[in-house]
């Protein structure tokens, strides 16, 4: 069953610890990225990747880093340096960078008390 | 950045009735598309114009786009409860790896 996973779907978060949201795809794609979204809002692009091991900064990468060791997999790490990193975090890919359509995993919340 | 506006903001309608959500854009694309989200869930791709395009069709779904206007028109036909949800435009941008630049969205609520 081939699709996008993103774990875990709620995660708290106290301030000034780092934390990593999986996100993992069957989808053979070459192309991975993070999209933050707050309320009443449309996606921000936070990273993307078009290849394994190579990776670029969106509009809001300030606070976060990302690695891309495999295809499969595109973790996002939400460092204490991101002031305000309370919102819902969208995985998605596609073939390949270039006229294709994104396909989205479920999305984790994230909230920090 | 941004670049899609969604409008309106938020629509109303009863079960039957066509639901037209309009995009404006600001820059040239290769492609507009449409996604539809779920409140909490992640985004389902609709469609997908080109920048040749005026008009696609799929299912109940109609999308046109004038790019000399650089707008773009999503028509649902007969509404269903089930259409309930956040509909947004994106636009593709060459110059970071496409990833898409998405607008804020039309919240639409369909009652029976």
């Known amino acids: 069953d081939g699709g996008i996973t993103q774990s875990p779907k709620y995660l708290f978060r106290k301030e000034g610890q780092n934390v990593t949201l999986s996100c993992e795809q069957n989808?053979?794609?070459?192309?991975m990225y993070w999209y933050r979204q707050d309320p009443g809002q449309g996606l921000r692009l936070i990273y993307y990747?078009?290849?394994?091991?190579?990776?670029q900064k969106g509009d809001i990468a300030e606070g976060y880093s990302v690695s891309r060791e495999k295809k499969e997999s595109f973790p996002l790490t939400v460092t204490s340096a991101q002031k305000n990193p309370t919102a819902f975090y969208l995985c998605?890919?596609?073939?390949?960078?270039?006229?294709?359509?994104?396909?989205f995993g479920p999305g984790t919340r994230l909230t920090v008390l | 950045s941004q670049q899609g506006e969604e409008d309106p903001q938020a629509l109303s309608i009863q079960e039957g009735e066509n639901a037209t959500m309009n995009c404006s854009y600001k820059?040239?694309?290769?492609?507009l598309q449409w996604y539809r989200q779920n409140s909490g869930r992640g985004l389902v791709h609709l469609i997908l114009?080109?920048?040749?395009?005026r008009e696609k069709h799929s299912g109940r779904l109609r999308v046109t786009l004038d790019t000399s206007k650089k707008s773009s028109s999503l028509l649902i036909t007969a509404s269903r409860a089930a259409d309930t949800a956040s509909y947004f435009c994106?636009?593709?941008?060459?110059?970071?790896?496409?990833?898409?630049?998405f607008g804020k969205g039309t919240s639409l609520l369909v009652t029976p």
């Open positions: 990747s078009q290849i394994v091991n190579d990776f």
């Open positions: 820059t040239s694309i290769n492609n």
């Open positions: 994106a636009t593709d941008s060459s110059n970071s790896g496409y990833a898409l630049n």
């Open positions: 998605a890919s596609s073939v390949s960078g270039g006229v294709a359509e994104q396909f």
């Open positions: 989808l053979n794609h070459d192309a």
């Open positions: 114009i080109r920048s040749n395009e």
